[in-house]
């Protein structure tokens, strides 16, 4: 049974809530830092949309190329992006750190209960 949008937002903030399993500029990194696909084994830490992809795929031998954030949590993380910090979420991991990415998770969560008692 696939994960509720909800329950993969939740799970993907918990992975990354760790500063030292958040990373920038990758989708994820290895223990040395090298940058790898978010669904590999060798990952460690996550960016914001890494972190989404991981706890829905898991980690798997998928072809990291094949696999994108699925689209109503995309919409979610760019809609919180956009009403905490007018920009993108990319932007958001890359430029403005981990405490503004876990903020921006955070409204994105607070958008998909809005949503599921709609």
Known sequence: MSKTTLQIL????????DPS???????????NQKSVGSITAEAVSWCAYGAA?????GATSLRPTSVV?????????????QKLCHS???????????????KVYDKAIELARETENV
């Open 10 to 17: 939740t799970e993907a903030r918990e992975l990354i809530a």
């Open 21 to 31: 399993r958040w990373c920038k500029f990758a989708m994820a990194r290895d223990v």
């Open 53 to 57: 992809i991981r706890v829905e795929y």
């Open 69 to 81: 954030v699925r689209g109503d949590v995309l919409v979610l993380l760019e809609r919180a992006a």
């Open 88 to 102: 993108c979420p990319p932007y958001v991991n890359d430029f403005m750190g981990h405490a503004a990415v876990l």
